[in-house]
């Protein structure tokens, strides 16, 4: 299995990306191709005595930064770590995982990797625990305008990811809505919740933003836009009572708070995941979050191993094309 | 000052919404107008012994349900608490505060009310608790499609009504997007943007959803739609953190970890406001959240005395006028 490895982009360096590969491939078992300064890899890799993996290493100086403009950096900078790791995956790479640029990651998938037939446009999905097991949730922020068909499109995508990554035969399908009941929403929500309720999935109807992380629904349906507003609020409130508890926390001796603390932080924990694909690209690309520590890394790899061996992708093609 | 007070619409039930007006009307000087089930209503205030004070009774048996289409149940229960305070805060109140349906208050206050010539939809506002300061936030919920003009009207409003409550000469207003910089977001803040930055309020950019708790910035503005997702976001994460914690709360003697919950909830203390302004309304009408306590629907009539006391509606109706 070749997977490209996107040494760029992190926010605490390529070292760590690299450090959180090495501990994958200690692991399980797989070929890594590392792209980034050479230099930097090769040392790494020689002194965590690497030399009976099998690996490759494209060298690159140029990364995508997080404010270039997506379409024109794809252009531009041909020779990044980001647009060469996408070229090689749609030429014989196995998957990727990036913490580069989004947009780029998207604009990329789409126009050099290219889109599965059915899908318009990709959805970034995250898979996240709550209260109540773990709810995967899309698009998290690709898709800021959608149409319904677009909603109902992510909606079939989660449904074939759902059985997969939630082992559940039939997983219930919710559209984010104002209300629970029907009949509530503005104009695109009207609209998408009578095409799904048409549709072979196990559709249930609205849920609120309340309930995510309460009731912990399978699969919640929403466009980037929104998404984007729900994980971000979710990011805002735990950080700021956490920083209002950090002092009295780090002080106390009392082991149930100290429990306690530690069953919200595995609530937050984006460790646990690592990486979220891009689904409706045709090879598994995989974003993992700008300021991954070496551990999320690793887990996002074999969240991406995981993705691949269930063939995850073929899955939902097949399925599309099946429906279409 | 005559304010209307609908006992109906509470979860605690029109005790509690009683009560709280009782608790005001021993602190502050107004006369209320209670409207709901007499017999309820005088054998409280007897019991109260308020014989002393100002006040009057509308009799009514018919409460509009939060499950009511809100332009059916205006036109069938004509004798409603909600459509008789209507009727009157038209006719002669000063202001109007209920628990009650917020679709029929809101639909009421266009059709019954009013709405001020320069605004084509009210909006409900917000002003709560961050780490730093207080955020005024709307539209909260009551319009789930906007348009780039009615956003820039509620920026106006929200301008006007942050002077006074803020206390700032010029209180600096954002705009609810998926990234700070320039040129993000959907179609819709694209468009909202643009028209902003040509207003003669302080207008300054884009905000991201996590920011408005970590940052208190003075105004925020947004869809309907949008304000809903936040708001359900920040109670479903904070009451997952809470429950999570609370056994271990409720069983410490750590005053540290008792002190640095207490600032928590603090934040996310609906108490404090007690009520939110319909803005837009020709007369200040007031919702008061479902599960109000006493003590909250006390606040929120203070909340609103202060409101009619500063003319922010006049403020307001004045401001738009000017500009137009």
Redesign the interface.
């Known amino acids: 299995m070749k997977l490209i490895i996107d040494t760029f982009g992190a926010d605490k360096g390529a070292e760590e990306i690299i450090h959180g590969t090495i501990d994958a491939m200690r692991n399980k078992s797989f070929e890594p191709i590392f792209i980034g300064d050479r230099k930097i890899i090769e040392k790494i890799l020689e002194e965590e005595q690497m030399e009976d993996y099998n690996y490759r290493i494209l060298h690159s100086e140029v990364q995508i930064d997080h ?1 270039d403009s997506p379409t024109m950096a794809l252009r531009q900078k041909k020779d990044s770590s980001l647009v060469m790791g996408l070229r090689l995956l749609k030429e014989e790479g196995d998957g990727m995982i990036s913490c580069g640029s989004t947009g780029a990651l998207l604009a990329g998938g789409t126009l050099i990797v290219k889109r599965m037939a059915q899908v318009k446009r990709p959805a970034i999905v995250l898979n996240f625990p ?2 109540r097991g773990n709810t995967i949730f899309l698009d998290a ?1 690709a898709n ?2 959608c149409t319904p068909q677009l909603l109902n499109t992510f909606a079939k995508i989660a449904n074939i990811y759902g059985k997969e990554v939630l082992e559940k035969e039939s997983p219930e399908v919710y559209l ?1 809505n ?1 209300g629970a ?1 029907e009949g509530k ?3 695109l ?1 009207l609209n998408t919740y009578d095409i799904m309720a048409e549709e072979s999935y196990n559709f249930k109807g609205n849920i ?7 009731k912990g629904p399978d699969i919640v349906i929403t ?4 998404g ?3 994980l ?10 956490m ?3 950090k ?3 780090h ?4 082991q ?2 100290l ?3 530690g ?2 932080q595995g ?1 937050f924990d984006y460790n646990k995941t690592g990486a979220a694909p891009i689904l409706g690209v045709k090879k598994p690309l995989f974003k993992a979050h700008g300021s991954s520590s070496r551990k999320a890394f690793k887990q996002g790899i074999y969240t991406m191993i995981d993705f691949i061996e269930k063939k995850v992708n073929e899955k939902i093609e097949e399925n599309l094309k099946e429906e279409s």
Chains 1, 2 share one sequence.
């Open positions: 404010g709550t209260l922020g800021t305008d984010l104002i009941e929403g503005d104009e929500r609120e933003a309340r309930d995510i992380f309460l466009d980037g836009f929104t984007n507003m729900v971000k609020t979710t990011e805002g409130v735990a950080t700021a009572i920083g209002l508890l002092d009295a926390i002080q106390t001796k009392d149930e708070i429990k306690a603390m069953k919200v609530l």
